[in-house]
């Protein structure tokens, strides 16, 4: 069954990545200005749900066009194959860890958006409230539909209040030094928060140390390759979301 279960994980995660790679291009822009809907090269953006989902390849014809050295449409944004890959490996890992408990729906949904926020953050530093207030609430939603299904092996209060707690140590930190982060991270950590507390405060505590343990070795070797400063702003929200990763996976195999 569980490797049935990996198999699918697989398949939904790849499916699901092949998706992002146009709307991680569409949403990289800086907070006061509007989403993209052109390629690099000024063409209008089309295709399924309004241009949002899909490769980010430009399909207009050249040959239409009235400049005739514009000649460079094609692929840009992320790699579509490389992202497709990443999603799929997130995704079968969830499912060996989870198992046939109604959680793992939840965690499938919640990682294809999760990879999207990863690459927002690490092209533009920016985490978008379009996408991490309704990972919040539909991590919380979903989640406690899954606790009054059977089988399901965590607690939806401590997923409640793990997210409030998640969430209010991000904002101190952000008042403390509101220069070292985003606010899109203290909203990011009500749904990391949700996923973590799922399990219970160990984990809870497991994945946010992890998260800022990830961003901290990757400042470091950033500063020791003299790629950055000690000033230079980093994007934190891949971080997080690879130390609540780490948890949920922990705490996933700890309940097997």
């Given at each position: 069954?569980?490797?049935i279960l990996?198999v699918v ?16 291009y ?5 907070p ?21 989902l899909g490769?980010?390849r430009?399909t207009?014809?050249?040959?239409d066009t009235?400049d ?8 840009y944004?992320?790699?579509t194959l490389?992202v ?7 995704c ?9 408990r ?8 919640a990682a294809?958006v999760?990879v ?10 920016r985490l ?15 989640l ?14 401590t997923?409640?209040f ?6 209010a140590?991000y ?6 030094n509101p220069?070292?982060?985003g606010?899109g991270?203290?909203?990011?950590a ?5 996923a973590?507390?799922?399990?219970g405060?160990?984990v ?8 800022i343990?990830y ?5 470091l ?7 950055a ?9 891949p971080f997080?979301l690879?130390?609540?990763f ?11």
């Amino acid at each position: 069954m569980r490797l049935i279960l990996i198999v699918v994980g697989a398949l939904w995660g790849a499916w699901s990545g092949l998706a992002l790679p146009r709307a991680a291009y569409r949403l990289s822009v800086e907070p006061e200005e509007p989403w993209k809907d052109g390629c690099p090269d000024g063409h209008p953006i089309t295709g399924r749900f309004d241009g949002w989902l899909g490769r980010a390849r430009c399909t207009t014809d050249i040959a239409d066009t009235s400049d005739p050295t514009d000649v460079t449409c094609g692929f840009y944004g992320p790699r579509t194959l490389l992202v497709a890959a990443v999603t799929a490996l997130v995704c079968a890992v969830l499912a060996a860890a989870t198992g046939p408990r109604p959680e793992l729906a939840v965690w499938l949904l919640a990682a294809p958006v999760a990879v999207l926020l990863a690459l927002v953050d690490l092209r533009v530093h920016r985490l978008p409230d379009v996408l991490t207030l309704p990972l919040a609430a539909a991590t919380l939603t979903l989640l406690g539909i899954a606790a009054v299904l059977p089988a399901g092996a965590g607690s939806w209060p401590t997923a409640l209040f793990g997210a409030l707690a998640l969430g209010a140590g991000y904002e101190v930190l952000y008042l403390i030094n509101p220069a070292g982060m985003g606010f899109g991270d203290v909203k990011l950590a009500l749904g990391l928060g949700a996923a973590l507390g799922w399990y219970g405060w160990a984990v809870l505590v497991t994945g946010a140390f992890a998260g800022i343990l990830y961003g901290a070795v990757y400042g470091l070797g950033m500063v020791a390759l003299r790629r950055a400063g000690r000033k230079t702003a980093i994007p934190l929200g891949p971080f997080m979301l690879g130390g609540a990763f780490t948890g949920v996976v922990l705490g996933a195999f700890a309940v097997t």
